[in-house]
């Protein structure tokens, strides 16, 4: 059974209380919306998504709302990421 995307407002309103290490993988026009930025939940003990992100038009638009949403920490991409991620968030 595929899992569906949960598109929230803002991440901000998210409870993440149930994630031992929660991160936001930020995409530039993945395959699946390929004309918006999407910021997904992802759960960093396990390294698995979560099927809940927001999308938004601009990276500036996603960034503050990640930020909103209590996250200080930005890491750049990684040479083993996918190619439509942009940078990585860590609470």
């Not at 149930?18 to 026009?29: F, K, S």
Request: a neutral charge.
């Amino acid at each position: 059974m595929k899992t569906l995307n949960k598109i929230v407002g803002s991440l901000k309103y998210v409870d993440m209380s149930d994630l031992e290490i929660p991160m936001i993988a930020v995409y530039e026009h993945p395959a699946d919306f390929p004309r918006s930025y999407v910021a997904r939940i992802w759960e960093g003990r396990s390294g698995k998504p979560t099927n809940t992100m927001i999308i938004r038009t601009s990276l500036e638009e996603i960034r503050l709302d990640i930020v909103a949403a209590g996250f200080p920490r930005i890491c750049p991409r990684t040479e083993k990421d996918d190619a439509c991620i942009v940078e990585t968030w860590v609470r």
